[in-house]
């Protein structure tokens, strides 16, 4: 099992530029997150997908979509990428209450 | 809504020395508190939890406890280790919506 995994590892964005992270889990979890970690903040969450074909927005989802593509993949988008959104980006997976995560994907948006 | 607070942001222990990192929440509602660990460039990974239904749960060298009616719970590592250097991180969860709600953290520093 590879547990979670996403792609890419690391991206550099110029301002205005978009981009979709990607997140699969091999766990045939049925909840899924994305998460955004800032220094001294902890985990906040940007979205959630509780089932398959279900998406709820979370503490900071302005300026981000998600797709719940299957019960397998989450994709976070970044429509038009601004500096305040440079952050590590983290995708979950849980079937209750415990989440599993993803290496983090390292955004810079200069 | 639900709020984690923890302390202290950075703990200094000697090698071998025991650590504890404490969490306070604000909802009584609350039932689930995970600790989780995270190394430099990882992701979290989960390393203890505890449910309401339970005061204190041991595994090997580390334990959480929780007073609910305090509303506070604290992970313990007893024996400190190099390895044991890490983010940590509390949380708290209900049962309506299994969402995390996350503190801020405790860089743990084991001194050799």
């Known amino acids: 099992n590879a547990g979670v995994t996403q792609t890419p590892k690391f991206q550099v964005l110029k301002t205005g530029q978009s981009m979709t992270l990607q997140c699969a889990q091999d766990?045939?979890?049925?909840?899924m997150y994305w998460y955004r970690q800032d220094p001294g903040m902890g985990l906040r969450l940007i979205y959630y997908s509780a089932s398959e074909g279900t998406t709820d927005k979370g503490e900071v989802p302005n300026g981000y979509n998600v797709s719940r593509l299957n019960k397998r993949e989450f994709s976070l988008r970044l429509e038009s990428a601004a500096p305040s959104q440079t952050s590590v980006y983290f995708c979950a997976s849980s079937e209750a209450d415990t989440q599993y995560f993803g290496p983090g994907t390292r955004l810079t948006v200069l | 809504g639900e709020n984690v607070e923890q302390h202290p942001s950075t703990l200094s222990v000697q090698e071998g020395d025991s650590a504890v990192i404490k969490c306070t929440y604000s909802d009584s509602a609350s039932n689930y508190f995970p600790w989780y660990k995270q190394e430099l460039g990882k992701g979290p990974q989960l390393i203890i939890d505890?449910?309401?239904n339970v005061g204190e749960k041991k595994d090997q060298r580390i334990a959480v406890t929780l007073n609910k009616t305090a509303k506070h719970f604290s992970l313990h590592i007893t024996e400190t280790q190099p390895e044991d250097s890490a983010v940590y991180f509390c949380a708290a969860s209900s049962s309506s919506n299994y969402q995390l709600i996350w503190g801020a953290g405790t860089k743990l520093i084991i001194k050799p």
């Open positions: 505890i449910r309401s």
């Open positions: 766990m045939n979890h049925n909840s």
